[in-house]
Nanobody, 114 residues
């Protein structure tokens, strides 16, 4: 099994930045991809960014050029650097790992508001 713990959410003004962290533990060898998803009130959960074990990345069109996914293998942590934040980025952000199993973190709230 894999355990995921997100952190780094909070309240930020439009145009500001936040960095989310997702610390993974457990059966790390089974992970082939990690991703960040978000879910705003009344909306479906959507993919924000993903990163494969081979280093390939994918981003939602709405965040391209503003968000960057990265990882620190020594810390078993995946990051989501979010710049130029907009009110429409407000959501609960979830970390997900894919491999032998499909695991989700508990989520962290990001609120972009003046």
């Amino acid at each position: 099994q894999v355990q995921l713990a997100e952190s780094g959410g909070g309240l930020v003004q439009p145009g500001g930045s936040l960095r989310l962290s997702c610390a993974a533990s457990g059966s790390m060898f089974s992970i082939v991809a990690m991703g960040w998803y978000r879910q705003a009130p009344g909306k479906q959960r959507e993919l924000v960014a993903s990163l494969t074990s081979g280093g390939s990345t994918q981003y939602a069109d709405s965040v391209k050029g503003r968000f960057t996914i990265s990882r620190d293998n020594a810390k078993n942590t995946v990051y989501l650097q979010m710049n130029s934040l907009k009110p429409e980025d407000t959501a609960v952000y979830y970390c997900r790992s894919l491999g032998e199993g499909d695991y989700w973190g508990q989520g962290t709230q990001v609120t972009v508001s003046s």
